[in-house]
């Protein structure tokens, strides 16, 4: 009997040790939710976080509303926005985007059943060289390329410039139709979180049809 009262002494102490830790995390939660329009406490030293109040919509107001046509580069396959082309490292990742590249500036059907429109394309081939991208067109290419494609393997990381190139390029190209980056991993800086705030920005950036390469699993950049 004895053992048994100790016992339930101890679940007793236990439970109320749980029950004052849930009462500080509920006071915790009361007062972040105090704060008018939805602001939390200010953390030390920093400034107030405002937390966005969801934007609500009825089902009416959407039936009744008329939305541009989507843009496509290639028809049913890359629409306008940010496209990621994923796959495990040595697939043909690169070999697939600079063949759709090449497809779109040059207007010919791509996979050899889609047909598109042609216009200005940049490849950002941030991961090979002159060399390996002229042997790699002579091999996809039966005549010389369209002057449409224009490839740049050296680019500053966006964050430390490269807003500036996609821009430049784009004002350039008032009638661009793709712009390709080969590989993602390699184009934003490292102080630059990675996922879909990322795919958000370039799109905000560049507001036009975007292909961007990378590996499986090295970052959560599926969008």
Same mark, same amino acid.
């Given at each position: 009997?004895?053992?048994l ?5 101890e679940e007793?102490?236990? =439970?109320?040790? *749980? &029950?004052a830790? %849930?009462?500080? %995390? +509920?006071r915790?939660?009361?007062?972040r939710g105090n704060?008018? &329009? *939805?602001r939390?406490? $200010?953390? $030390?030293?920093g400034k107030?976080a ?10 009416? $107001?959407? !039936?009744?509303?008329?939305h541009?046509?989507?843009?496509w =580069?290639v ?7 940010? /496209? ?5 490292p040595k697939v +043909?990742?690169s070999w %697939? ?5 090449l497809?779109? *500036?040059a207007?010919?059907?791509?996979l =050899?059943?889609?047909?598109?429109? @042609?216009g200005?394309v940049l490849?950002?081939?941030?991961e090979?060289?002159a060399r390996?991208l002229?042997k790699r067109?002579?091999i996809? #290419?039966?005549? $010389?390329? @369209?002057?449409c494609v ?5 680019c500053p990381r966006l964050?430390m +410039? ?5 821009? +430049? !390029? %784009?004002?350039?190209? @008032?009638e661009a139709?793709?712009?390709?980056i ?5 184009f934003p =800086? ?9 795919c ?5 950036? /560049? ?8 590996h499986? *699993?090295k970052?959560?950049?599926? #969008?």
């Amino acid at each position: 009997m004895t053992g048994l009262l100790e016992r339930s002494e101890e679940e007793l102490r236990r =439970a109320e040790r *749980g &029950g004052a830790y %849930l009462d500080q %995390l +509920g006071r915790q939660r009361r007062a972040r939710g105090n704060g008018k &329009g *939805g602001r939390t406490e $200010a953390p $030390a030293g920093g400034k107030q976080a405002i937390e966005a109040a969801p934007t609500v919509i009825t089902a009416a $107001a959407l !039936w009744d509303m008329k939305h541009n046509p989507t843009r496509w =580069a290639v028809p049913g396959i890359l629409p306008e926005g940010v /496209c990621i082309l994923a796959g495990k490292p040595k697939v +043909g990742k690169s070999w %697939l985007a600079l063949d759709l590249a090449l497809s779109v *500036g040059a207007g010919r059907e791509v996979l =050899a059943m889609i047909p598109v429109e @042609p216009g200005p394309v940049l490849y950002l081939a941030l991961e090979d060289t002159a060399r390996r991208l002229t042997k790699r067109l002579r091999i996809l #290419c039966r005549e $010389a390329p @369209p002057s449409c494609v224009e490839i740049i393997t050296e680019c500053p990381r966006l964050g430390m +410039g490269g807003e500036d190139v996609l821009q +430049g !390029w %784009l004002r350039d190209h @008032p009638e661009a139709r793709l712009i390709v980056i080969d590989t993602l991993a390699r184009f934003p =800086a490292r102080r630059i979180s990675r996922g879909h705030s990322l795919c958000r920005r370039l799109f905000l950036l /560049c507001q036009t049809k975007i292909l961007a390469s990378d590996h499986v *699993g090295k970052y959560n950049v599926m #969008c």
